[in-house]
């Protein structure tokens, strides 16, 4: 089975920032340019490429990123000063990038965390494609999806994920997607359902789809 979480680390190599020298920039500021810029543009795209299943690039072989600053907040960043530049000391947030794969649009995820005093982020993959939740939610939904689909494909080997496709907005009131993977050489879906209860969303999943 993939695994759901990466534990790679990935050093980053920030770049000069144009603050001037007698006004120390905010936090705020500071990864406002860091998602802005061409490093994590890159830093974005070589990761996605890594952490891409290989089920997908056995079919389109690299993916080339087309916006990249887009993202989800989990802890402020902070930076300390290195020189004349600065590095990215702690913080966390899910970066999300829209890529072209072979001529159609896809969005990759991923919760990136920087591991203190190192300037380095490490990058945990997440569902592919449009999912509309955050973090907590995608952990309770997996926890019920998968085990469907892997009993739907007869399979307790080997699982990717490949897609998820949203049914439509995301709304206080719910939504649904449609989830795919691959499971032991074969494609299945599962239609996945949010509806709203005390504190949260709760989750189902049906309408089994293997082909």
């Given at each position: 089975?993939?695994?759901?979480?990466a534990t790679t680390?990935?050093?980053?190599?920030?770049?000069?920032?144009?603050?001037?020298?007698?006004?120390?920039?905010?936090?705020?500021a500071?990864?406002?340019s860091?998602?802005?810029?061409?490093?994590?543009?890159?830093?974005l795209?070589?990761?996605?490429?890594?952490?891409?299943?290989?089920t997908?690039?056995?079919?389109?072989?690299?993916?080339?990123i087309?916006?990249?600053?887009?993202?989800?907040?989990?802890?402020?960043p902070t930076?300390?000063?290195?020189?004349a530049n600065?590095?990215?000391?702690?913080?966390?947030?899910?970066?999300?990038?829209?890529?072209?794969?072979?001529?159609?649009?896809?969005?990759?995820?991923?919760?990136?965390k920087?591991?203190?005093?190192s300037?380095?982020?490490?990058?945990?993959?997440l569902?592919?494609?449009?999912?509309?939740?955050?973090?907590?939610?995608?952990?309770?939904?997996?926890?019920?999806v998968?085990?469907?689909?892997?009993?739907?494909?007869?399979?307790?080997?080997?699982?990717?994920?490949?897609?998820?496709?949203?049914?439509?907005?995301?709304?206080?009131?719910?939504?649904?997607?449609?989830?795919?993977?691959?499971?032991?050489?074969?494609?299945?879906?599962?239609?996945?359902?949010?509806?709203?209860?005390?504190?949260?969303?709760?989750?189902?999943?049906?309408?089994?789809k293997?082909?």
């Open positions: 089975m993939r695994r759901f979480f680390l990935f050093f980053f190599a920030w770049m000069s920032v144009a603050f001037a020298q007698s006004s120390e920039p905010d936090q705020k500071l990864f406002v860091f998602i802005n810029s061409a490093g994590y543009k890159s830093y795209e070589r990761i996605f490429n890594l952490g891409e299943p290989t997908l690039k056995a079919e389109c072989p690299s993916l080339g087309l916006e990249w600053n887009k993202i989800m907040m989990v802890e402020q930076f300390v000063r290195s020189g600065y590095q990215i000391t702690s913080g966390a947030w899910v970066g999300m990038a829209v890529m072209e794969r072979c001529g159609s649009r896809v969005t990759r995820r991923a919760l990136l920087a591991v203190p005093g300037n380095v982020l490490q990058p945990t993959f569902l592919p494609g449009d999912f509309r939740g955050n973090l907590k939610l995608e952990a309770d939904a997996m926890r019920i998968l085990p469907g689909l892997m009993a739907a494909a007869k399979c307790t080997d080997k699982i990717e994920f490949l897609n998820v496709s949203s049914h439509g907005p995301s709304t206080p009131q719910g939504w649904s997607e449609t989830w795919t993977a691959a499971a032991c050489g074969r494609r299945v879906d599962a239609e996945v359902t949010y509806s709203p209860i005390s504190g949260g969303m709760n989750v189902t999943a049906g309408k089994w293997v082909y």
